[in-house]
């Protein structure tokens, strides 16, 4: 299979058409090898419009939601970023020149995605998903969904930094970003989506009696 045909036509057929332009970010999605994010035998699906499994449950992102959310945070080279249960988008935003960690809560993910993040100068650092990964952040991404508002994510962000994410709740999600400042955190509303939502943060299920 000819990834670098398909990446192209994934950017072409998924990313242009649906209003993301910014040419850096096109730049990064045309060069970051997508396919090597995934399993050998699912490498083919990379650039499919589906959501193919990484390992353990986390799934890469559509590109089409992962652009439009990458465009959203206006990220900007030499800025520090977190990208949270996202390697592909933590390489993209390396690509773009931001410094970036990239954390997951099960050390399976990083056995697949690991020599394509180590390639890209991403740091790998394993914790719960409840507990960000260091503070200060200027950009945080995530490629799965939460089940609300991320406060402690938020408390990661520097004044002036961006939280792009999709809240989900039902068979919909909403992408969101928050940009915290010095009065408080801002939220805006970007389109719809409907990754899956991270499991250790979903709330516990409740029985009335």
């Not at 945070?73 to 520090?80: D, F, I, L, S, Y």
């Not at 690991?114 to 998903?129: Q, S």
Request: net charge negative.
């Amino acid at each position: 299979m000819d990834f670098t045909a398909a990446r192209k036509v994934m950017v072409d057929s998924q990313v242009r058409v649906n209003d993301v332009t910014d040419r850096a970010l096109q730049a990064a999605l045309l060069s970051v090898p997508r396919e090597r994010f995934l399993p050998a035998d699912r490498a083919f699906s990379a650039y499919a419009e589906v959501e193919p499994e990484i390992a353990a449950g986390r799934r890469l992102m559509l590109a089409r939601d992962l652009s439009k959310l990458l465009m959203a945070v206006g990220a900007k080279p030499g800025e520090r970023a977190l990208s949270i249960a996202g390697p592909y988008a933590a390489a993209t935003l390396a690509q773009m020149g931001l410094n970036v960690t990239a954390q997951e809560s099960d050390a399976a993910v990083f056995e697949v995605t690991g020599p394509a993040l180590a390639d890209a100068g991403v740091a790998a650092v394993v914790e719960p998903f409840s507990a960000p990964a260091g503070e200060g952040y200027d950009v945080i991404v995530s490629e799965a969904a939460v089940p609300g508002r991320p406060e402690a994510w938020l408390q990661a962000l520097s004044i002036g930094g961006r939280l792009a994410v999709v809240e989900r709740t039902g068979p919909a999600g909403k992408a969101v970003l928050y940009v915290r400042g010095e009065q408080g955190v801002s939220r805006r509303e970007l389109f719809d989506a409907a990754p899956p939502v991270l499991a250790e943060l979903a709330p516990e299920p409740t029985f009335a009696l």
